[in-house]
């Protein structure tokens, strides 16, 4: 058997399997874990649970041990580094007028290296920015791209909800938002009132749209014709949430009605307009008769030229 903990490097970071060994661990413990890129201070989610050595992943690191009062110290002065660091390097970033928005730095836990994470339309040219980095702090300098949706999650706020971000406080991986989703839920598709802090749609789109979808299956769309009791007419609006449907009758009448208490059967398509006759009955088609314009406009050009050349003769 193996313990394996969850374990996570920020608040609402992505989650990771580690051996715990024997230690005894609990949520919200503080730990040092040897990682890729050294040795790493990161927060217990999820306790220790014991696996099948067969089940566990692949590649499993190990949790080296519970953070000592020194480890905490350690990370409280990398925090005062990062400040710097980040303010020095924002202002060489407007020193050399360079386009791009410098968004966080994170210094590892042992400080051989410190990375830098920018925002930017395109490629940047930051190659003398790393030297100056690294000749004001003596360390190895990673400058690394990141997009809008992980800046906000980053960066942090309040959403237009009133609430801390979802993205910063417990969303942990991003999920694909369309329109298609905001449309569903009938929402106005206005950028200013679907759009998070990162310009992007809101995440929370999704958190309801399967059940969206789910209630309007036992509902008639838009545009068909129903039939309840002495009520017949077009649906043209949908009370999702509380199950009724909108009815137009043919003397414009609005009803609502209860959705169950529509049955199948008594829902039909919306009868199709008559498509218009084209032309009448022994009215030839003036394009024959007549020609196009090219076709009269050639004509004319050529009676011009025959008559210019009798002229001359």
């Known amino acids: 058997m193996i313990k394996i903990a969850k374990i996570q490097f920020y608040t609402a970071g992505k989650l990771y399997d580690f051996n715990a060994g024997n230690l005894d661990l609990k949520p919200g413990d503080r730990v040092i874990v040897e990682t890729e890129r050294g040795k790493s201070i990161a927060t217990v989610v999820v306790g220790p649970r014991e696996f099948e050595k067969g089940a566990a992943p692949e590649g499993l690191k190990n949790i080296t041990r519970k953070a000592l009062p020194e480890d905490l110290e350690a990370a409280a002065r990398n925090a005062i580094k990062e400040k710097e660091a980040h303010a020095l390097c924002l202002a060489k970033i407007n020193e050399r007028g360079m386009d791009m928005k410098l968004v966080r730095v994170e210094y590892l836990f042992?400080?051989?290296?410190?990375?830098?994470?920018?925002?930017?339309?395109?490629?940047?040219?930051?190659?003398?920015?790393?030297?100056?980095?690294?000749?004001?702090?003596?360390?190895?300098?990673?400058?690394?791209?990141?997009?809008?949706?992980?800046?906000?999650?980053?960066?942090?706020?309040?959403?237009?909800?009133?609430?801390?971000?979802?993205?910063?406080?417990?969303?942990?991986?991003?999920?694909?938002?369309?329109?298609?989703?905001?449309?569903?839920?009938?929402?106005?598709?206005?950028?200013?009132?679907?759009?998070?802090?990162?310009?992007r749609l809101l995440c929370c789109l999704s958190y309801e749209y399967e059940t969206y979808c789910t209630l309007k299956r036992c509902l008639p769309k838009c545009g068909k014709r129903v039939k309840h009791g002495n009520v017949e007419g077009e649906v043209v609006k949908l009370g999702v949430l509380d199950g009724t449907v909108t009815v137009r009758t043919d003397d414009h009448v609005q009803v609502v009605l209860k959705g169950e208490e529509i049955k199948p059967e008594n829902i039909t398509d919306r009868p199709k307009k008559p498509l218009r006759e084209q032309g009448k009955e022994g009215q030839p088609d003036t394009k024959e008769s007549h020609g196009s314009g090219r076709e009269r406009r050639g004509d004319r050009r050529s009676d011009n030229r025959d008559k210019n050349k009798k002229e001359k003769r």
Request: aromatic fraction near 8%.
């Open 110 to 199: 042992d400080g051989s290296k410190a990375i830098f994470y920018f925002t930017a339309d395109g490629r940047v040219d930051f190659r003398e920015l790393v030297k100056d980095l690294a000749h004001a702090f003596h360390t190895r300098i990673e400058m690394r791209q990141i997009g809008v949706r992980d800046e906000a999650k980053m960066v942090g706020g309040i959403g237009i909800c009133g609430r801390e971000l979802c993205c910063s406080s417990f969303l942990r991986e991003f999920e694909p938002v369309s329109v298609k989703m905001a449309k569903e839920q009938n929402l106005a598709l206005n950028p200013t009132k679907i759009s998070g802090q990162c310009g």
